[in-house]
C-alpha cells in the first residue's frame, strides 16, 4: 500500500507552510491518509471543525442536562465475525509478518443522542467533532513538540475494567500486556529516532484511569521524547506525516501489519485510528483519533479494538473490545445501564 499519494504529499507541503510562517492551523489525517484536511484556525468552524485541546479550542461547549440519559443499548459484532477476522490476524502473526496487530470493530450504538451533544459533554484531553460525520474524545496523545524543539510520543496500550479486584495490580503484572506495551514503545521510539536525536524514554508505563458511562477504566501509557533541529516548524509537515500511521493503533512491524488489518478487518476505519492535530505558531499538540463516535445512515457506531499477539485468547480480545464501548459519563445519568444485545 502507498501512504504517500498526492493529496498526502500535498497536505505536508501546507502544514510545512504555516509552520514556516507561524500560522496556526488545525489537520486531520484518516487512518490511511487517503482524505487529509488541512485548515487555518480561524476557518475551521466554517469548515464544519470544532476542537478542544485541553482548553485550546474555537467553540464553548456546555454540559446539556436535557441531554442525560439513562441507559445505552449497545449492539456489539457477532463473536463468529469477530473469530473469523481474529484467525486472519493470528495467521499473520503464526506467519511472522507480524509481533503485534491492532485488531479493531464498529459497534452500534442505540442512543437519542447526537455526535454535537456527544462532542459537547466529553471531558477527554482531545475532543474533536467534525459536523455530521465523526465525534472523538480521546485520551490518547499523538506527538507534542514544544516551542524549543522537543518532540514527545505518549503510547497508550494496555487496559482493564476498574471494576477488577486488584485491577491496578493486575494490569501491571500481565505479562501478555507488558508485552503489547515494550512492542509499542520500542516502535514509537524508533519513529522519532527518524526525525529526531537524543531519543529516550522518560516514563515507562504508568497508570491512568478514565471515568465511562459504565464505570471506570485503567490504561497504561509511556513518555518517550527526541530533539528536533532549529528548523523544525518549516518541516513540520514532514515530520508527521514520516510517522503516519500512529504504531500504537496499527502494530509492528507497521507496513505489512497494516496490511493484514486491511485483509482482516470487514470495514473501512476512515478517520477512526486517525490523527488530529492543532499548531498556536509556537508550538503543536496532536491525538490519536480513539474514543471515536460516526455517523451512519442507520444511526451512530463507535469503534474499539485491541492488540492482537499469538498468545491472546479471541474470547477475552472480544470482551475488550466490549468493555471499551463507552460515551462520556456526562452524557447520563448517575447509574445507567449498559444493554448489551448480541443479535
Not at 536525536?197 to 471506570?216: C, H, M, P, Q, W
Request: with cysteine; net charge negative; aromatic share 12%.
Amino acid at each position: 500500500m502507498n501512504f504517500f499519494d498526492n493529496s498526502f504529499a500535498s497536505a505536508a507541503e501546507s502544514i510545512n507552510d504555516f509552520g514556516k510562517r507561524g500560522e496556526p492551523f488545525i489537520f486531520i489525517f484518516d487512518f490511511l491518509c487517503r482524505e487529509p484536511v488541512v485548515s487555518r484556525i480561524d476557518e475551521a468552524a466554517h469548515n464544519n471543525i470544532f476542537f478542544d485541546f485541553h482548553g485550546f479550542s474555537n467553540c464553548a461547549r456546555r454540559k446539556e442536562s436535557h441531554a442525560l440519559i439513562t441507559s445505552l443499548d449497545v449492539y456489539p459484532p457477532l463473536y463468529d465475525e469477530y473469530v473469523q477476522s481474529f484467525s486472519e490476524v493470528y495467521k499473520g502473526l503464526y506467519e511472522g509478518n507480524s509481533y503485534l496487530c491492532n485488531l479493531t470493530f464498529p459497534t452500534r450504538l442505540g442512543t437519542e443522542l447526537t455526535l454535537e451533544q456527544i462532542f459537547s459533554n466529553a471531558r477527554a484531553k482531545y475532543c474533536l467533532l467534525v459536523k455530521n460525520r465523526f465525534t472523538a474524545f480521546s485520551p490518547e496523545t499523538f506527538v507534542k513538540i514544544n516551542p524549543e524543539g522537543i518532540i514527545s510520543t505518549f503510547p497508550m496500550k494496555g487496559t482493564i475494567r476498574g471494576d477488577t479486584p486488584d485491577a491496578a495490580a493486575k494490569l501491571l503484572s500481565d505479562e501478555k500486556e507488558r508485552a503489547e506495551h515494550n512492542t509499542i514503545v520500542d516502535l514509537m521510539r524508533n519513529d522519532l529516532a527518524m526525525v529526531s536525536t537524543d531519543v529516550r524514554v522518560d516514563s515507562f508505563r504508568y497508570l491512568e484511569k478514565i471515568e465511562t458511562n459504565a464505570g471506570g477504566l485503567f490504561q497504561t501509557s509511556s513518555q518517550i521524547t527526541g530533539k528536533l533541529n532549529t528548523a523544525w516548524k518549516e518541516n513540520i509537515g514532514a515530520i508527521i506525516c514520516s510517522m503516519l500511521p500512529a504504531g500504537s493503533v496499527t502494530g509492528a512491524p507497521k507496513k505489512s501489519t497494516v496490511d493484514i488489518i486491511l485483509r482482516a478487518e470487514p470495514y473501512e476505519r476512515g478517520f477512526y485510528t486517525g490523527v488530529c492535530g492543532v499548531f498556536d505558531g509556537n508550538s503543536l499538540d496532536s491525538a490519536v483519533l480513539i474514543r471515536y463516535v460516526r455517523q451512519s445512515m442507520d444511526g451512530l457506531y463507535y469503534h474499539s479494538g485491541g492488540g492482537i499477539t499469538v498468545y491472546s485468547d479471541p474470547r477475552s480480545e472480544y470482551n475488550e473490545l466490549i468493555d471499551k464501548v463507552y460515551l462520556p459519563a456526562a452524557n447520563f445519568t448517575k447509574h445507567p445501564a449498559v444493554v448489551l444485545h448480541f443479535s
